[in-house]
T-cell receptor, first 114, second 111 residues
């Protein structure tokens, strides 16, 4: 089945130790998104790629970076995780940026920072 | 800035009851999606509505998009414990605009 895959499902890191979360998709969608979701809150958009074009949200901390080496894969790099970065990280895709397009989510990676 | 509000924020009902949750905005959206999210999992798409006044049914779930495309409702008939979860609505405006999420309605259906 076509889908959005995130690995790992659970990630434990230490305060200040860089960590990378990965996302892959078999939908061949042009757009890939990274969201941060904290407990009992709605997902918060960090950034998205339209093809190779990177679009950062204005309030996304510099500590968060992303790479998209090809259509299928997108990575979220947290350079120096702090305790406040513990959250669920969700990857999503959409075919295009047109208003009527649907967004599909992966299962998420839950990050724990010790 | 586009904002989405959802109500109620929390809802606890008995199995077999009917319920309606709402998603409202002062902005117009090109499309609106409803998702259900269980703890520790990503949001799962339930429906996308794109036409003002549109009604879509998914088994016991009925979704309606407001005529002005500013609001939507989700009605569940004969709720079951498996319906328990966080219901999120997300809307997108014009081309290039990001999705905007509502804060969610947390539903608990008690057996």
């Amino acid at each position: 089945d076509a889908m959005v895959i995130q690995n790992p499902r659970y990630q434990v890191t230490q305060f200040g130790k860089p960590v990378t979360l990965s996302c892959s998709q078999t939908l061949n969608h042009n757009v890939m998104y990274w969201y941060q979701q904290k407990s009992s809150q709605a997902p918060k958009l960090l950034f998205h790629y339209y093809d190779k074009d990177f679009n950062n949200e204005a309030d996304t901390p510099d500590n968060f970076q992303s790479r998209r080496p090809n259509t299928s894969f997108c990575f979220l790099d947290i350079r120096s995780p702090g305790l406040g970065d513990a959250a669920m990280y969700l990857c999503a895709t959409s075919r295009d940026l047109t208003g009527g397009e649907t967004q599909y989510f992966g299962p998420g990676t839950r990050l724990l920072v010790l | 800035t586009q904002l989405l509000e959802q109500s109620p924020q929390f809802l606890s009902i008995q199995e077999g009851e009917n319920l309606t949750v709402y998603c409202n905005s002062s902005s117009v959206f090109s499309s609106l999606q409803w998702y259900r999210q269980e703890p520790g999992e990503g949001p799962v798409l339930l429906v996308t509505v794109v036409t003002g006044g549109e009604v879509k049914k998914l088994k016991r779930l009925t979704f309606q998009f407001g005529d002005a495309r500013k609001d939507s409702s989700l009605h569940i008939t004969a709720a079951q414990p498996g319906d328990t979860g966080l219901y999120l609505c997300a809307g997108r405006g014009n081309y290039g605009q990001n999705f905007v999420f509502g804060p969610g309605t947390r539903l608990s259906v008690l057996p």
